[in-house]
């Protein structure tokens, strides 16, 4: 199975990793990311003004390249996928800004919402299975506790992204046992770490994230996972808590034996 894949930014500099992982992984599980040419920035947050068109623009054109190619669309940072599905989303159901974006970018056939966008996560959960995946693992994660983070991203808003029960997520407890280890679940893991505004309110982030390590913490976690590169600036870099934090991709090719190839 071959996708369109839309890294974005920071997988291509501070976030190298989290792609780097994936697609090894991908190709140990029979699915190909074929990086779509010339993509540009997503924006990094979704737009809410009703009448904004000019920085969604970048995420419609990812759309109908993959469209073009007949394939489904796989992003893995939660900023690029919130913005790409909530982008989708509008193009598919609200009119004004369907018509104002074609209109602007005068495709040969206009695009009306067709591409299907899926999380990395949920390419391993719906196409590939956490039953396959389970057979593929040759370093089980046995013995180890550890606490998915899903951040608000991923969930929100939950009719629109359609991930997981945004109050009670199971997908990445799923990857977690798929891999021989024990998901840790504890109240903080779908609450916001502060992202966006880490740099200006840094108390207030740093407070945030204190206390969603110091809740995975104490439900018994020994490390924590995040698909977020975010969420993963700000659990590291805004925190006193002592706790690991790792991408889930990274661990995802430990147990499938590919991690030191990767890093080699």
């Known amino acids: 199975m071959k996708y369109s894949y839309y890294p974005g930014c920071t997988l291509k500099n501070k976030a190298k990793d989290l792609d780097r992982y994936a697609r090894a992984c ?3 599980l029979g699915f190909e990311l074929e990086e779509i040419d010339d993509w540009q920035c ?5 737009p809410l003004g009703k009448d904004e068109i000019a920085t969604k623009l970048s995420s419609v054109r990812a759309l109908s390249k993959a469209k073009e190619k007949g394939q489904d669309l796989v992003t893995i940072c939660s900023g690029c996928h919130h913005v790409i599905k909530r982008v989708n989303d509008d193009m598919r159901n609200v009119e004004n ?4 974006v074609n209109n602007y970018m005068q495709p040969e056939v206009p695009y009306l919402g067709e591409t299907t966008v899926l999380h990395y996560l949920e390419v391993l959960r719906d196409r590939v299975g956490f039953e396959k995946i389970k057979e593929k693992v040759v370093h089980p994660l046995t013995g180890k506790k550890i606490g998915a983070y899903y951040g608000c991203l991923l969930l929100r808003p939950g009719k629109i992204m359609a991930f997981d029960d945004p109050e ?4 990445m407890e799923n990857f977690i046992r798929a891999l021989g280890a024990e998901p840790v679940i504890y109240p903080y893991r779908n ?3 502060g992202g966006y505004i880490s740099l200006k309110e840094k108390e207030m982030t740093e407070n945030l994230c204190d206390k969603i390590k110091e809740s995975a913490k104490g439900f018994g ?3 924590m996972l995040t698909a977020c590169p975010l969420c993963m600036y700000n659990l590291n870099k805004n925190s006193s808590v002592q706790l690991p934090v790792y991408y889930f991709t990274e661990i995802l090719a430990e147990a499938l034996g590919v991690k030191e190839e990767v890093e080699e």
């Open 191 to 193: 609450e916001c770490c």
């Open 97 to 100: 800004i369907r018509t104002k």
């Open 26 to 28: 991908a190709r140990i």
């Open 221 to 223: 976690a020994d490390m």
């Open 168 to 171: 009670n997520p199971q997908i």
């Open 42 to 46: 997503c924006g990094g947050v979704y």
